[in-house]
């Protein structure tokens, strides 16, 4: 009797003090299951590839892949490369990695996002500091464009070194992939065929730039906006049309209310989904 009575405290206890600690995010499986970050640290040293995949204007998103980032680099060495940074920006970031340029010089060379200083600019420093590479690995946004208003075959006019910044031609592209389908969806009468083909040669172009990039025993880790991500598709589903024997752990990020369980339809998101509390501020 006395047994089940303290079993029936420490539950009570148990829930009390969850609700006492107000957190602002919590890590699923992509079953549904609640996991410590201490796993994710483990599977990330053990894979090849980490797809974060990120809220572009979301503190914890950013904060998470700083001390992520820390974490797998004590264990592994690293190669950094990022979405918000465009391949044909790969000098200027070099020389800024390399101390021939400062910041200030790299805002005026390189097409860096407004929220560049607080959110990204710690991940290229943490490069920086610790000698590591960080790969620009987004397209240039004007060929994305041109993609959109023309299709692929826009490409075939640019030059031998504009080709250079991205995939290499002809890539190839799936429309029924569910991610490309739900855009047109979202997208209602202003649906264009080209606008799901600007979106894949955009991870097409990010997966070809990690690929080049990787190193044996060296942990590649990508940000990303987590639609380019989600659901193993975008840039998993080209680096795996490269190299379908690649190792990859993709984190999706969502937004609930509630932490205390993942939402269903978030189910197999992402190998780990890093559920953030929607009231949480954001940068932008």
């Known amino acids: ?85 465009e391949a044909d920006n790969q000098k200027q970031l070099d020389q800024y990695l390399k101390g021939e340029i400062n910041q200030k010089q790299l805002d005026s060379t390189a097409r860096l996002w407004s929220n560049h200083k607080t959110d990204y600019k710690p991940l290229v420093d943490f490069a920086k500091d610790n000698s590591r590479q960080f790969i620009a ?83 590649f880790i990508h940000y990303n906006g987590t639609y380019h991500s989600d659901n193993y598709e975008g840039i998993n589903w080209y680096l795996k049309k490269q190299n379908p024997s690649i190792q990859i752990i993709t984190i999706a990020t969502v937004e609930q209310k509630d932490l205390s369980k993942l939402e269903k339809e978030y189910y197999n998101k992402a190998d780990f989904i890093l559920v953030i509390d929607e009231d949480v501020t954001k940068t932008y």
Do not use: C
């Open 1 to 85: 009797m006395m047994k089940n009575k303290i079993v029936v405290l420490s539950f009570l206890f148990a829930i009390i003090t969850s609700a006492q600690n107000k957190l602002p995010y919590q890590l699923f499986d992509k079953n549904g299951k609640k996991t410590a970050y201490k796993k994710l640290v483990k599977a990330s040293i053990n894979t090849e590839v980490v797809l974060f995949g990120e809220y572009h204007n979301n503190a914890i998103s950013h904060w998470l892949e700083l001390e992520l980032t820390k974490d797998i680099a004590e264990k592994k060495p690293v190669v950094l490369g990022a979405e918000m940074i």
């Open 137 to 219: 690995t987004n397209i240039p946004r004007r060929y994305a464009s041109m993609v959109s208003k023309k299709g692929f075959e826009a490409l075939e006019t640019l030059t031998t070194e504009e080709k250079s910044w991205i995939a290499p031609l002809p890539i190839p592209y799936d429309a029924e992939l569910p991610g490309y389908v739900e855009m047109m969806k979202m997208m209602g009468e202003h649906a264009s065929p080209n606008m799901p083909k600007a979106q894949a040669i955009k991870d097409a172009t990010m997966a070809y730039f990690i690929e080049k990039n990787r190193k044996e025993n060296t942990i």
